[in-house]
């Protein structure tokens, strides 16, 4: 399977953006989804994650009450609403994918190119 993610950007502090990840290749259905950004001198961290029926959401400290993930298995793709954007939200954004929950990246084996968000203060 291939991990196409869209949808980075300029907003200015306060503002919103939404990220896609389409998956191409296979079903996404059966995987769990995450989303994770990476700075140019930090490790990448994780950002959300949600489970293949998409009951089940997780959310790092940083984000939680501003972002949302969702999926749209039917789509084949995966969501990240960013709301409330902070100039410190300015990295690359990564979606991937793996059979089980997790929040480490080290985790994940399937991963999209990234695509950058940028907030203006």
């Known amino acids: 399977v291939q991990l196409q993610a869209s949808g980075g950007g300029l907003v200015q502090a306060g503002g919103s953006l939404r990220l896609s990840c389409a998956a191409s290749?296979?079903?996404?259905?059966?995987?769990?989804m995450g989303w994770f950004r990476q700075g140019p001198t930090k490790e990448r961290e994780f950002v959300a994650v949600?489970?293949?029926?998409?009951?089940?959401?997780y959310y790092s400290d940083s984000v939680k009450g501003r972002f949302t993930i969702s999926r749209d298995n039917a789509k084949n793709t995966v969501y990240l609403q960013m709301n409330s954007l902070k100039p410190e939200d300015t990295v690359i954004y990564y979606c991937?994918?793996?059979?089980?929950?997790?929040?480490?990246?080290?985790?994940?084996?399937?991963w999209g190119q990234g695509t950058q968000v940028t907030v203006s203060s």
């Open positions: 991937a994918a793996r059979r089980a929950v997790g929040m480490a990246a080290s985790t994940y084996d399937l």
């Open positions: 949600i489970t293949w029926s998409g009951y089940r959401t």
């Open positions: 290749g296979r079903t996404v259905v059966g995987l769990t």
